[in-house]
């Protein structure tokens, strides 16, 4: 098997100011399917062509943000080694419990150099697409609502020592870098794009002197043109809207950026790129992130909400 380490972002924890309002944003409007809620209130949900219990859980709190993004591992065999290099590479590791998230195995946690709570597991129970496993559907009608986004595809976060961050995930998760945006003075990376994969992108990182911040999580929509019918659904249900639908030169995303009702930045995304591991990176100057059309392909400009609001 090619495909052996991390293998791909299996779920974000989300706080949310209001759950009900939450719950009516990812569940009927963005069309995920609600999988479970647990004694601590948190709930629970999948897109439509996820095979694991969950990608997206809600915890009401007082603020908005990323509580944490988890990375599902091949098998148990890889979480233990994983977790021996990131404490050889100096960072403190604990093991949370199976069961501590739903139907989810033990999981590593750990805070990387940009403030962000980053864990790995190797276990969640499959519940399926709905699709069945012999003479598949090709999508099953129930659970195609709302905007329905296939899967959870990535998330960009912001935070500081981008350089760091850079090193822990290509030196030992196991990334490869596939695309990056140079800083005014062009002396550092102001933001980097990472895959454990041949996506565009599984995890993106911009420096920011705030830590542990959420720019965005993103799904992936079947197509263009649901991208287009995501945006339509925006606008019925009122869904404030940060940018698009347009395209991103860095990456090729076809993307529309808006925020849920705490103001978290969700991206309805249908992927363009798939940078294999020997494709050498490719390099954004900072000047062509807005004039060269970098952030917004079609307007050529730098959106003032980019680099200034997160969460
Ligand atoms: C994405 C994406 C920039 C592009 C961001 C890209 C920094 O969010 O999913 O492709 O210009
Ligand atoms: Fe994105």
């Given at each position: 098997m090619a495909m052996t380490g991390v293998l791909r972002p299996g779920h974000v924890q989300l706080r949310v100011m209001n759950l009900d309002d939450a719950v009516r944003h990812y569940r009927d409007i963005m069309g995920l399917t609600e999988t479970g809620r647990d004694a601590e209130g948190r709930v629970y949900l999948k897109c439509r062509d996820e095979i694991d219990h969950h990608s997206v859980v809600l915890r009401e709190a007082d603020c908005a943000g990323l509580d944490f993004i988890g990375f599902k591992v091949l098998d148990e065999a890889t979480l233990d080694r994983l977790e021996a290099d990131l404490r050889a590479h100096g960072l403190e590791t604990t093991r949370l419990p199976a069961g501590e998230l739903l139907e989810t195995g033990e999981r590593v946690r750990f805070q990387v150099p940009s403030g962000h709570w980053f864990e790995l597991y190797a276990k969640k129970t499959a519940v399926g697409n709905g699709c069945g496993l012999v003479d598949p559907t090709p999508w099953a009608p129930e659970n195609k609502r709302g905007m329905a986004p296939l899967r959870l595809d990535h998330a960009l976060l912001y935070g500081p020592n981008i350089g760091a961050v850079q090193k822990l995930f290509t030196e030992v998760l196991g990334f490869t870098l596939v695309e990056r945006v140079l800083n005014p003075e062009g002396s550092a990376n102001l933001i980097i794009f990472l895959n454990c994969?041949?996506?565009?992108?599984?995890i993106a990182f911009a420096e920011y002197p705030e830590p542990g911040k959420l720019h965005h999580c993103s799904f992936l929509m079947e197509s263009w043109e649901d991208v287009l019918r995501a945006g339509d659904i925006m606008s019925m249900n009122k869904v404030p809207v940060d940018i698009g639908p347009t395209r991103h030169g860095v990456t090729r995303g076809r993307t529309i950026y808006a925020w849920d009702p705490s103001g978290n930045r969700f991206e309805t995304f249908k992927e363009d790129r798939q940078p294999y591991p020997d494709h050498a990176p490719l390099t954004w100057t900072f000047e062509a992130l807005g004039a060269g059309g970098g952030l917004d392909y079609v307007q050529r400009k730098l959106h003032e909400t980019f680099l200034t609001v997160v969460t």
């Open positions: 994969s041949i996506k565009s992108h599984d």
